[in-house]
């Protein structure tokens, strides 16, 4: 998100119109950069807007599969109202689920939601439009076809299929050729100054050289639920990846084959192709690094989707056959139930991660090159540092929450008087940062014993009432918890000071509160 997100921002306000279409990695973001100008300009930077967004675009996916289920099941409703319902629980689960966190919990993967979004809607739309002989349903079709573009590098790919479907709905040709026209202009303007990313293998050589490596991943990418599904198992969605391959092959068979065949079958294997065309690609530039990749929460939002599709056309496709739909049924309630198991995850996070990035945006917005928690927000040092100028100077997103927000500004101040109440607290150790000589980094915990509560940011003061550095607390201390408080379980502060003439005595000073906390940092130094 440094350079996606912040840097893209300032970009644009420095009056780059051109960020708003430039290459990230292999793709163009753009729909995603609406949203992330959104956040920052208009709520702060504080990732909430994103996050909220993320959710609708889940619930907008759950509810164009439950569209694409009654219009399958449009004939006979009450017939197949418990079939229905059950495609309704299991897409509702597979959309909302926790194995895709990566995507749900990080502001920046909405386009990993609106890429599989927009083209499902545009195929969607197209066959609507087709069935009621209406234009407006067939433009909007065409729309969210050239959104996709705008999504991520695979949304090149639904303009394409949006014209092979018209093709095979029998559109009339002035709307076929519209489509195909449209698409032209839409690639040129993508593929005008595009540039391919480095450090990705390409297609072509993963093929001749890595042919073993490519299909592996393939096949894991296509089943890449399968690999939650199984406890984690390998092979397991190699081999589901296989199935739904072989399945979407049938389907098409009979599709084309058959004319008394539903039409909204177009619409899942509409998708199918476009997930295909995705994993190909995705194997070709990715192989390389293992298959361990295709298993990454992100990739998991369209196996989701893809899986659910494939689950609803053969829902349909056996809907008359007791039996069948019967062991369908105990397949899907098995998932589900699997999947839901995933859920509890919700209300787990790694111990002080959250400190922690705290701190790497505290390091830089204080100039300290801090590398170890530096590299927890971002693996580039260099490149994060300079990135970060503009925004720590404008205040942006994390430089502008409370206990960042110009901290540096107030290295080198003097405060009036120094605070005659005390905190209690102890400084555990004090290090010197070696990619930084000039920076010393605090480490210990703190506690108001009065308030019962733990004051989140702290000023460390010489004792010339000279202000030289500050610390943040939230790390967690079970040690404190036990023999303090347990509301002092966050007690623990991590901070920096400049190690200019540093004298015997120092003061961790909380200015909201009025006080203090005396401590000897040469006894510590070292430590």
């Not at 780059?16 to 793709?27: I, L, R, S, T």
Request: with cysteine; hydrophobic share 45%; charged share 15%.
């Amino acid at each position: 998100m440094w350079n996606g997100y912040l840097d893209f921002y300032v970009k644009v306000e420095n009056g780059n119109w051109k960020a708003w279409f430039a290459q990230h990695n292999e793709h163009r973001t753009i729909f995603s950069n609406i949203l992330f100008y959104i956040d920052i300009h208009y709520f702060g930077g504080t990732n909430v807007f994103l996050m909220v967004t993320n959710v609708i675009l889940m619930s907008l996916l759950a509810l164009l599969l439950i569209n694409i289920i009654n219009d399958l099941f449009q004939s006979n409703k009450q017939k197949y109202y418990n079939i229905k319902l059950l495609l309704y629980f299991i897409s509702i689960v597979m959309m909302f689920s926790w194995i895709q966190e990566e995507n749900i919990i990080w502001g920046f993967q909405s386009q990993f939601f609106a890429a599989y979004l927009f083209p499902l809607l545009a195929f969607y739309l197209l066959m609507k439009s087709s069935l009621k002989k209406n234009n407006i349903l067939f433009i909007a079709s065409i729309v969210a076809g050239v959104i996709s573009v705008g999504t991520m590098a695979n949304g090149v790919l639904a303009l394409p299929i949006l014209f092979i479907l018209s093709l095979l709905l029998r559109e009339n040709i002035f709307k076929s050729v519209l489509i195909l026209l449209v698409t032209s202009i839409v690639l040129y303007l993508y593929f005008h100054d595009y540039k391919s990313p480095g450090g990705h293998g390409s297609i072509s050589d993963t093929l001749v050289h890595h042919p073993k490596d490519f299909f592996k991943y393939l096949f894991s990418y296509l089943g890449g639920i399968f690999y939650y599904l199984s406890n984690e198992n390998k092979f397991v969605p190699q081999l589901a990846g296989i199935f739904l391959l072989l399945s979407s092959f049938l389907f098409t068979y009979l599709v084309l084959s058959r004319k008394n065949i539903n039409k909204f079958y177009f619409v899942g294997l509409a998708f199918l192709l476009y997930y295909g065309g995705t994993a190909f690609g995705t194997a070709g530039g990715r192989a390389l690094f293992g298959i361990d990749q295709a298993f990454s929460g992100r990739y998991m939002t369209p196996s989701l989707i893809a899986w659910s599709l494939l689950f609803i056309l053969y829902a349909h496709y056996f809907r008359d056959k007791e039996k069948m739909i019967k062991l369908i049924s105990i397949i899907f309630i098995v998932i589900s139930i699997i999947l839901i198991g995933y859920q509890k995850k919700v209300f787990q996070y790694p111990e002080n991660e959250i400190f922690n990035k705290k701190i790497a945006a505290l390091s830089l917005e204080m100039g300290i090159r801090d590398e170890p928690y530096i590299k927890k927000i971002f693996p580039f040092i260099d490149w994060v540092i300079d990135i970060s100028k503009d925004p720590i100077q404008k205040n942006l997103s994390i430089f502008g929450y409370e206990d960042i927000r110009d901290v540096s500004l107030k290295m080198g101040t003097s405060i009036n008087h120094l605070p005659k109440n005390s905190l209690i607290g102890h400084l555990d150790n004090v290090s010197i940062i070696k990619e930084d000589n000039k920076a010393l980094r605090l480490n210990g915990w703190i506690y108001d014993s009065d308030l019962n509560s733990i004051p989140s940011q702290l000023f460390v003061v010489n004792d010339k009432k000279k202000i030289i550095g500050c610390i943040l607390t939230g790390f967690n201390r079970i040690d404190v918890k036990i023999a303090i408080n347990k509301k002092a379980y966050k007690s623990g502060f991590v901070g920096y000071i400049i190690n200019t003439n540093l004298k015997d005595k120092i003061f961790l000073v909380d200015l909201k509160s009025s006080k203090k906390l005396e401590i000897n940092i040469q006894q510590t130094k070292g430590n």
